[in-house]
């Protein structure tokens, strides 16, 4: 049932519909979750500069702070005066008003005057100094912004504070593999205001907000710009600061439930971000999900890159829009293909009606009746395949009736051909014994010295005569040898310039210009050089014949199709003269034997018929075109052979 043309274009709708359905599924889904991946991609880049925004205003309020306390006159006064008191009291205003984690006054030479903390006069003990006041002490500005401080500052300053900025770095997967197990230096927001008296620096005055396993950046960018939005029990938008590629500030939570702090960011963000300096805005794994994310360098007060700042959206709530459409495409696809068998059915009846007609009388004319009977003509294109079909039956009966009548005509040349050549044969024996001995006593006669010179003149017009008939029958002899061709490959080209070679003189002793004109990159063709080089020179003298001085004689050669198998590749060899022509009631009779139109005893009319049959025995055919006045064209086609096909594809390779 399945084989049968009506199921198969059932089938053939169905498989179009699944087809269409499928590809339509596929592109409607992709295309909604790139319009979905745009918009959150979109969005984290605006949440991205919000988060910025953020980190950025919180340096700043540090830099205005310790600006404002700087001008107090208050604070110079104790400056001044070395009033530590006064000033740690002024500190710890300043720090409370900002949530500073550090702040302290160094003096001129850089060491630490005073500071907030639990040991606020360091004295005379050796404490390092603090980059971003060495920075400020060179330009003589105020100098804010990120800043990384060592462990070893960190705890000279408070020890609590630099055990918040230890670390210890978790496995995280997708990451790039380090040997390093913890980090202790820090990530500060820092500032430094210098403290002049006319041009002399009084001292430095510093503060800062430690990032490391502080919460307040990344929640605020949480809560101002996701708004606490949730999926599936959890924060659709994340926040973190990043030390390098380890999370030491984040609301990126563990399996556990913890914060993320020590895991790091996945190898292609690190290399894209940190390493190329550029900003990443895709889909990325971070810490257990897939996000879309978007993360920018931090650069420190020295400009450079020493961590990275991250916001990101859950992925998941995406993917499950993608699911929810997928769904509903796929019932309205199946829906679709249901429908489709029953259209197609009712289609596949209505069709088919009539191309079964054309089944049933294409069984009337494969036995034998070519008048079957279509019962309607349908209208439409069947219509159509059906009068085409009665008008291919009238072509396959005129058809019929003409290779029948060629056949006959084949037949009959063929009976006539072979029957001649029996003919010619056995004349030539018969005569041509004879006929040597009649030429040989002849010539015996004609030595003798004792001849008259009529006697002697009848001898000479006897042995004239005898070679003009041992001539005929040699051409006799020649058309009705079937010889075995010696075929080789021969390059075409080489084999009409060396027969037109020997013409040349000939030419040029009758006036006339004989031109060869060689075809490009013609294959080898496997044929009998001798045989065939025979049949050229029998074609250009009789082309001789047929020109006067100042007549032009033109060999060409080339590539061709056979007129009777479109597939078929061949070598053409044309010889075109502008001579007299020949008539039209004679290129009939052109190919027979003994048929010439030369003046008695100037040619046999074998000439043309062996050239002939030695073509046809190499497959192919010879050709003759000519008007009266304008000259003649011989073309003769060779087919090639397998061997020679597969020489002209390596030579083309």
Known sequence: MFYSTRWRLILGILGVCLLVGTVSLLVGVQLLYKAFLNEATHRVRQDLNAARELYNCRSRGIRTALSIAALGTDFRSAIRRQDTSTLINCLRRVAGSVNLDFAGVATADGTTLCRIGPNPIP??????????????????????????????????????????????????????????????????????????????????????????????????????????????????????????????????????????????????????????????????????????????????????????????????????????????????????????????????????????????????????????????????????????????????????????????????????????????????????????????????????????????????????????????????????????????????????????????????IKGVDLVFESGEKLPMVTLDRHQLESVLLNIILNAFDATKPGDRITVTTGMTLSTDKSDQKGVEITVTDTGCGIPPEHLDKLFDPFFTTKEVGQGTGLGLAVSYGIVERHGGTIRVHSQIGQGCTFTIRLPLGEQDKSDEDSGRG
């Open 123 to 508: 004295g005379q003990a050796v404490q390092p100094i603090n980059p971003i006041v060495g920075l400020a002490m060179e330009r003589g500005d105020t100098v804010s912004g990120t800043l990384v401080l060592s462990g070893e500052y960190l705890s000279g300053e408070n020890p609590a504070l630099a055990q918040r900025a230890r670390i210890e770095l978790l496995p995280t997967p997708r990451a790039e593999p380090v040997a390093e197990r913890e980090v202790a230096s820090g990530m500060a927001l820092s500032s430094a205001v210098p403290v002049f008296d006319g041009d002399e620096l009084l001292a430095v005055l510093y503060g800062g907000f430690l990032l490391s396993r502080s919460h307040e950046i990344v929640d605020t960018v949480r809560d101002t710009v996701f708004q606490q939005e949730t999926y599936g029990g959890r924060s659709i938008g994340t926040a973190t600061i990043f030390f390098r590629d380890i999370r030491i500030s984040t609301n990126v939570y563990t399996p556990s439930g913890e914060r993320a702090i020590g895991t790091r960011v996945s190898r292609e963000v690190r290399e894209y971000v940190l390493e190329k300096g550029k900003r990443w805005t895709d889909r990325a794994f971070v810490v257990n999900d897939w996000y879309i994310t978007a993360y920018e360098p931090i650069e420190d007060i020295f400009g450079e890159t020493v961590g990275m700042l991250y916001v990101g959206v859950l992925e998941a709530k995406y993917a499950d829009v993608r699911r929810k459409a997928l769904s509903v495409l796929i019932v309205i696809t199946v829906a679709g293909m249901v429908l489709a068998i029953g259209l197609g059915y009712i289609l596949a009846n209505r069709i088919m009606d009539p191309v079964n007609q054309l089944i049933r009388a294409s069984t009337q004319v494969s036995q034998g009746n070519l008048s079957p009977d279509f019962g309607s003509i349908s209208d439409g294109e069947i219509g159509v395949l059906q009068k085409t079909f009665l008008e291919m039956l009238g072509s396959l009966q005129e058809r019929d009736k003409r290779q029948k009548a060629e056949s006959e005509d084949m037949l009959l040349e063929s009976e006539k051909q072979a029957s001649l050549g029996r003919l010619a044969a056995g004349v030539a024996h018969e005569i041509n014994n004879p006929l040597t001995g009649v030429l040989t006593y002849t010539h015996m006669l004609l030595r003798r010295k004792d001849l008259g010179e009529e006697v002697r003149s009848d001898l000479q017009t006897i042995a004239e005569a005898t070679e003009r008939v041992r001539k005929i029958v040699k051409g006799l002899l020649d058309f009705s040898r079937q010889t075995q061709l010696d075929r080789e490959p021969t390059d075409v080209n080489r084999l009409v310039r060396s027969a037109v070679s020997l013409l040349e003189n000939e030419a040029l």
